[in-house]
């Protein structure tokens, strides 16, 4: 019953269903009052897991994305936050509403980017495995240095959830910076591909994203032993994944839009937002090392992050 709103509502300026039949949620092609009416009724909690490395990003990040969640994130839901970190004591405080909930899950440090994305796949893994399995119905893994500034509710649910990177919707697929380099895990070749997803946001029921962060978890592993290092490390991986696991829903960049970009005639809301942000010098010295094995990827760096990058 829940799916017929795919069909009852659909926007004619915008993809609202992929070749697969999957639906792409957007603004006005859902009925809130429908999907709640379902969803209310399975009692369902949303587990939400967070990695938040270094006093900076838990100070300047973290707060404003728990506060903005708790105004506009599964609102009537069960809700499980779990928050990796390095510095439990400067997790800070924020007020939950009712049924939602938040565990600190401590973790060692890192500088290095590559190490970060490796070990987001692999605590996931491990957290469902251990404790999520039994206890979580859905899962999204976001990334932390973003901010909610609209509704974000069950029309977001589904078997396995990607979003659309904010940058690509309307770029043709040949221009989409898929790792092309054939010695990585995470290469697509041209000429294939269907969208490309950003990787801020990871979701689905709990088993199917355990496996995604199983395959992801893997590819990396090999390509760190193979010492190559993918062009967008976890998010090539993801879209490697999706090329041959389908998302079975697509949200559109509304979920996954950049606070420096002016919205569209298509994007009739930003609801949840990468806000600015300002790099050490270490972590600057990373990208350029990165763009430097890869100059192919310097146009996408720049369209993406020119407005990020600060040296401290």
């Known amino acids: 019953m829940v799916s017929q709103q795919w069909s009852l509502l659909l926007r004619k300026d915008v993809m609202t269903v992929t070749p697969w039949l999957a639906p792409v949620v957007w603004e006005e092609t859902f009925d809130t009052s429908l999907i709640d009416s379902f969803y209310k009724m399975q009692n369902i909690t949303v587990a939400t897991t967070v990695f938040a490395l270094g006093k900076y990003v838990l100070i300047t990040f973290l707060k404003d994305f728990l506060e903005s969640a708790e105004k506009h994130y599964m ?12 510095q439990p004591e400067a997790v800070p405080m924020v007020t939950l509403g009712a049924n939602h909930s938040l565990t600190t899950l401590k973790i060692s440090s890192s500088n290095h980017l590559q190490e970060i994305t490796l070990r987001r796949m692999e605590k996931l893994e491990k957290l469902i495995d251990t404790q999520m399995i ?70 689905g029921l709990v088993e199917e994203v355990h496996k995604l962060a199983k395959t992801c978890r893997m590819q990396l592993d090999m390509d760190k032993a ?87």
Do not use: C
Not at 75 to 86: C, L
Not at 141 to 165: M, N, P, Q, R
């Open 134 to 203: 039994n206890e979580v119905d859905y899962i999204f893994s976001l990334d932390v240095d973003t901010k909610f500034y609209g509704h974000w509710g069950a029309e977001t649910l589904g078997d396995i959830v990607a979003v659309i990177h904010p940058g690509y919707y309307s770029t043709p697929r040949d221009e989409f910076p898929y790792e092309r380099r054939p010695e990585s895990q995470a290469y697509i070749p041209q000429g294939m591909g269907d969208y490309y997803y950003g990787g801020a946001v990871i979701g």
């Open 75 to 86: 609102q009537g839901y069960h809700v499980h936050y779990y928050i990796f970190t390095d």
């Open 226 to 312: 193979n010492s190559i290092e993918a062009a967008w490390q976890e998010e090539s991986h993801l879209n490697k994944y999706f090329l041959h696991n389908k998302p079975t829903k697509i949200l559109s960049p509304e979920y996954l839009w950049q606070d420096f970009k002016s919205k569209t005639h298509e994007i009739k809301i930003s609801r949840f937002s990468q806000v600015i942000k300002i790099y050490t010098f270490e972590q600057g010295s990373q990208i350029n090392h990165q763009l430097h094995i890869n100059n192919s990827l310097i146009k996408h760096y720049i369209y993406v992050n020119y407005w990020q990058l600060t040296i401290m």
